[in-house]
């Protein structure tokens, strides 16, 4: 796959993002989550950000960037 500078980016600034604030569950009419839920879930996505960077910087194929996602 064709490394994509601009999606690396756009991966970069969503990893940088906060994620999972009160609001952003108020927003959708849902209750927050707990705090170590929440961290957990941060923790989670910005692994897989993190992977999907190295992924697309090393010419990962399609299919290895869908295995990254469903990891």
């Not at 991966?11 to 604030?21: G, P, S, V, W």
């Amino acid at each position: 796959m064709e490394i994509n500078q601009e999606t690396i980016e756009r991966l970069t600034k969503l990893r940088e993002k906060k994620k999972f604030t009160d609001s952003d569950w108020e927003k959708r009419g849902l209750n927050p989550s707990d705090t170590d839920k929440v961290n957990e879930m941060i923790r989670l996505t910005d692994t897989c950000l993190d992977e999907l960077v190295v992924d697309l910087k090393s010419n990962a194929t399609e299919k290895q960037l869908r295995k990254t996602l469903t990891k």
